[in-house]
């Protein structure tokens, strides 16, 4: 099973960026690269889920997931993955345990939309991950003032990194997160949904 995990090379920082992908779009890309720059990241994984844990409908398959991302996204620093459906991981705190056994030398951080860091005290072991992994939260239109006002900002506010150091996130030791005030998009996969376009 290992051979058809990605190849990390020792060392480097890599970004997970977890998500439904239901479908890709543009704001993934554009997170993906301001993630890369501001925290200096090596790569950028895109987990696709098998499944949102506290999304309700399913999304659409696996299979036609990966390959909209992977027509999508053209960075050579990124690599689109399955990862969570091959080591059989649904939870992001699993998911970070498994990755750090398999792959003890590489340093994870994990990404996300400011939206998803004010749901973030609702998902399983959220504290484990705060403990395990530096975070790092890109803004989202209308996420920002959510975000500021989280349960897990305020509960982890002593280790937030000033934006401004933002290129030591990947390095910090965790608890550690940090959130940038990234250029925005606003679109979403619901609206591409909702759209009637996937
Ligand atoms: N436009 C965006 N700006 C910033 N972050 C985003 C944007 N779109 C998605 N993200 C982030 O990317 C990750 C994966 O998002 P996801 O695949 O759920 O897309 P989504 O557009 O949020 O989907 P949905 O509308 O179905 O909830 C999440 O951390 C989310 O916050
Ligand atoms: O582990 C959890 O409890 C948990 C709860 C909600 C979301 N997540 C993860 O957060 C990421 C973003 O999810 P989504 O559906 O908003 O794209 C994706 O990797 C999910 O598996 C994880």
């Avoid at 090379?9 to 501001?38: C, M, W, Y």
């Avoid at 925290?39 to 987990?47: C, G, K």
């Avoid at 890109?138 to 959510?146: F, W």
């Amino acid at each position: 099973m290992r051979y058809e995990l990605p190849h990390a090379v020792d060392g480097q920082a890599i970004g997970l960026l977890g998500g439904s992908f239901n479908p890709p779009h543009a704001g993934h890309v554009h997170i993906t690269r301001e993630a890369l720059k501001r925290f200096s990241l090596d790569r950028v994984w895109w987990l696709v889920s098998p499944g949102n844990p506290l999304k309700a409908e399913g999304p659409a398959p696996m299979e036609r997931r990966l390959a909209a991302a992977r027509a999508l996204v053209h960075h050579p620093s990124v690599d689109v993955t399955d990862v969570e459906a091959r080591i059989g991981t649904r939870f992001t705190a699993e998911t970070i345990e498994r990755l750090r056994r398999l792959y003890p030398r590489t340093r994870f951080v994990w990404l996300m939309g400011a939206d998803n860091l004010a749901q973030f005290h609702k998902w399983d072991r959220w504290e484990q991950i705060m403990e395990m992994v530096p975070v790092g939260v890109l803004a989202r239109p209308d996420g920002r003032m959510p975000a500021r006002m989280s349960k897990a900002a305020a509960r982890y506010e002593r280790w937030r990194l000033p934006a401004r150091e933002s290129h030591m996130l990947a390095r910090a030791t965790p608890p550690a997160w940090c959130f940038v005030n990234v250029p925005m998009l606003d679109i979403s996969s619901s609206e591409i949904r909702a759209s009637g376009h996937w």
